[in-house]
């Protein structure tokens, strides 16, 4: 059974960092598709970055260039560097594992981003 478990958010103020990681058990990241994904109140749920099996990655226009999704293939572990944090960052942050169209999620990292 596949089990992802996200850590590392918080609070923050605006301009600092954090770092979120995503830890599966039961398969691995090395050849699937990992997204990172956030919802804040009232909004619908976005993909914030995601990494394929080849290593290609693609990420949300405002978070280029402050936020890095990366994978420890040894640590069967994902992870999402997000620098210059701002207000609008402010969500609850999920990783979904794609296994042949099937999605797993985890359960979610509260980010909170302070003014």
């Known amino acids: 059974q596949v089990q992802l478990v996200e850590s590392g958010g918080g609070l923050v103020q605006a301009g600092g960092s954090l770092r979120l990681s995503c830890a599966a058990s039961?398969?691995?990241?090395?050849?699937?598709?990992v997204g990172w994904y956030r919802q804040a109140p009232g909004k619908q749920r976005e993909l914030v970055a995601g990494?394929?099996?080849?290593?290609?990655?693609n990420y949300l226009d405002s978070v280029k260039g402050r936020f890095t999704i990366s994978r420890d293939t040894a640590k069967n572990t994902v992870y999402l560097q997000m620098n210059s944090l701002k207000p609008e960052d402010t969500a609850v942050y999920y990783c979904k594992l794609t296994i042949s169209w099937t999605d797993y999620w985890g359960h979610g990292t509260q980010v909170t981003v302070s003014s």
């Open positions: 039961g398969s691995t990241f090395s050849r699937n598709a």
């Open positions: 990494i394929n099996s080849r290593g290609s990655t």
